[in-house]
């Protein structure tokens, strides 16, 4: 089967999906700068959960390359984005309240840094 998005050897939908995870990356980046400069406790929790989240979404997408895959479902464009879609729900909602903890240590360590006052909280 021909793969309509696809060029040569480089798959369009993997730079895409490469390029989306870039530019959550720099959101996370700029979020938190934002909010060491505007002294918000509560958008700190907020990006350390979505930090999180991003993480766990990191951990399923490498669980799910372990998988063989079935003749049950194609692998097919829009298996892999429904598969992407569904982890990505996963993590958000394996983040919120405590999730594994990591958002909860980050966010205890970089408020430290917002009790004292310190304006270089990332380099």
Known sequence: MVNPIGFGNINITD???NKVEEGEN???ESILQE??????EKELK????NFEALFLNMIFKSMRNTI?????????????MYEDMLY????EEAAKDR??????????????????G??????
């Not at 999730?99 to 004292?116: A, C, H, P």
């Open 88 to 91: 990505e729900k996963f993590s």
């Open 99 to 116: 999730g594994i903890g990591l958002g909860d240590m980050l966010y205890k360590q970089l408020s430290k840094n917002l009790e004292r």
């Open 26 to 28: 720099k959101k996370f």
């Open 118 to 123: 310190d304006e270089n909280i990332v380099e």
């Open 35 to 40: 909010v060491t400069s505007s002294k918000q």
């Open 15 to 17: 730079l895409a999906i």
């Open 46 to 49: 907020v990006a350390c959960q």
């Open 68 to 80: 063989q895959k079935s003749e049950f479902m194609a692998d097919s464009f829009a298996t892999n």
